[in-house]
């Protein structure tokens, strides 16, 4: 047992209230299960009058933090729902040792910090309610609890330029002057996320990737022409997120793409993102149509000795 005092690094049972406040519980992963009660033998000893000498017992395995029943008299309650055996518990679940309101029984609060669980092998059979099962050879059939699960898909680059030999970053973007022009050959244009221009790549970001598409079609063109082509030019705005349908949220940013202290959130900026998509296909139809037609703001602050630091052309 132990006070409580910052945010813990390990699942912990604080106290709240009562004359016990602050009294708190941590948890060892793997190790027997703790008990809760007003006896000797009990890890957080609680003398009250609802809380029998073994009321509780909380274990933390690779199942999550489980607290369960000790067939006590008064009952245990987890966010005033009364539990018998094996109950996962969230951050911030409120659970009671005794009926809830009673000052005769002990509130606590679940403190479970977020756990990375990192694996070379696929993780994840399926998800359910409040867990995801785990799908591995040293987990199979495993639950992890979750509050809160959420789905994404990562990007990557092709292999094409690194399997063509060509000079990449770590991730396998091309290596380009700030015209966007291979740092190997003359001839060879990229943009978008497969690019990496003078090392230093733009965020991945529809908000880059149309204007550098422009931009590596107007390299083209002056290469034919004879010209010199223009260096790279981008200003950011900000960053959009999506919430579904109906929230979203926009951090708006300096022309670097550097944050500033201004963020938007709500109906308002879903119908804002709504609109930056609708408007992002609409100039792809337009410039088809239209060539030449495309808009973008430029700035950006790129460093000015990587635009003169240009692939001759021979």
């Not at 059939?141 to 770590?170: H, I, K």
């Not at 037609?293 to 630091?309: M, Q, V």
Request: with cysteine; glycine share 10%; charged share 20%.
């Amino acid at each position: 047992m132990s006070q409580s005092s910052g945010s813990p690094t390990a699942p912990t049972l604080v106290v709240t209230g009562g004359p016990f406040d602050g009294q708190a519980l941590t948890l060892a992963e793997g190790a027997a299960a703790q008990v809760l009660g007003s006896g000797p033998e009990a890890q957080l000893r609680l003398e009250l009058g609802n809380i029998d000498a073994v009321h509780a017992r909380v274990v933390w395995d690779k199942r999550g933090v489980l607290i369960s029943d000790a067939g006590s008299s008064t009952g245990t309650y987890v966010n005033g729902e009364k539990i018998g055996s094996d109950r996962a518990l969230q951050n911030g679940d409120r659970v009671f040792l005794g009926p809830p309101g009673s000052k005769q029984s002990a509130k606590l609060l679940a403190m479970v910090p977020a756990t990375v669980v990192a694996s070379e092998e696929p993780l994840v059979l399926a998800s359910e309610a409040d867990a995801v099962v785990l799908d591995s050879s040293l987990s199979a059939g495993a639950m992890l609890p979750s509050a809160l699960t959420v789905w994404t898909a990562g990007f990557g680059v092709p292999e094409l330029a690194a399997r063509s030999g060509l000079s990449t970053d770590p991730l396998g973007r091309l290596l380009t002057d700030e015209t966007l022009t291979s740092v190997d050959d003359p001839r060879i244009v990229a943009a978008g996320d497969a690019s990496a221009p003078s090392g230093q790549p733009l965020r991945m970001s529809c908000q880059a990737a149309g204007p550098l598409g422009v931009q590596a079609a107007n390299t083209v063109l002056s290469r034919i022409a004879g010209t010199k082509p223009a260096p790279l030019s981008q200003a950011f705005v900000g960053q959009c997120i999506s919430l579904g349908r109906s929230y979203g949220t926009l951090q708006l940013s300096r022309t670097d793409d550097t944050p500033v202290n201004a963020v938007l959130g709500g109906r308002v900026t879903a119908s804002i993102k709504e609109a930056i998509c609708k408007a992002t296909v609409w100039s792809i139809r337009r410039e088809a149509a239209k060539p030449g037609s495309y808009f973008w703001l430029k700035g950006g602050k790129r460093p000015e000795e990587l635009a003169s630091d240009a692939v001759a052309v021979p």
